[in-house]
Every structure is written in C-alpha cells, then in structure tokens.
Nanobody
Framework: QVQLVESGGGLVQPGGSLTLSCVVSGEPISGHHMAWWRQTPTSQREWLAGIITDGTVDYAPSVKGRFTVARDNAANTMSLRMNNLRPDDTGTYYC???????WGHGTQVAVSA
C-alpha cells in the first residue's frame, strides 16, 4: 500500500524559505507523476506543482518563480523548495502520487511576522 510522509514545515517569516520533503513507500515513484498540493484555512485543497516521470515540471501561477519541485527516484522522495514565502502561503502541504487516491497527513507551514 502506498504511504506518503511529508515533513519540513514550520513557522517562517515573510520572505523566508523552507524545503518540504515527501517520502513515499509501497511503490516506486519512478513510473509515476507526482504533485504537491496545499490546503489553506479558508480554501479548498489546491494543486501547486507537478513533476512528471521525465522530470518536466509545472507550477500554479501563485507559486511559479518562488517554488521548485524536484524528485529523487533512487531515494523514492520528492521535495518542494519554497522561497520568498508570503502569509497567504500558510497552510498544510501534501504530496501525492497522481495515480493513487491516497493522501498523507501533510506538513504545516505558517508564514507570519
């Protein structure tokens, strides 16, 4: 069974940076598209960034130019580097293997002065 464990969240000041990690078990990620999602206190879960099997990436307009997604197939992990964080980036961040309807517990990010 696929399991996802997100980590790396925390409290950061506006303009700061964080790197989130996602460890996947139960399935090699090398053959799968992956994505990061976010749920804020006042909105539905939103797609932020995706990385397909060949490494091609795409981003939501709200994070493009600030966030960078990467994958390490050998380690079965994915990361999200977040720069220039803003208060509206506050939320719970989730990684996902696109094919499977499974979510982890997420990792919380709070951006506040």
């Amino acid at each position: 069974q696929v399991q996802l464990v997100e980590s790396g969240g925390g409290l950061v000041q506006p303009g700061g940076s964080l790197t989130l990690s996602c460890v996947v078990s139960g399935e090699p990620i090398s053959g799968h598209h992956m994505a990061w999602w976010r749920q804020t206190p006042t909105s539905q879960r939103e797609w932020l960034a995706g990385i397909i099997t060949d490494g091609t990436v795409d981003y939501a307009p709200s994070v493009k130019g600030r966030f960078t997604v990467a994958r390490d197939n050998a380690a079965n992990t994915m990361s999200l580097r977040m720069n220039n964080l803003r208060p509206d980036d506050t939320g719970t961040y989730y990684c996902k293997v696109t094919k499977f309807p499974i979510w982890g517990h997420g990792t919380q990010v709070a951006v506040s002065a």
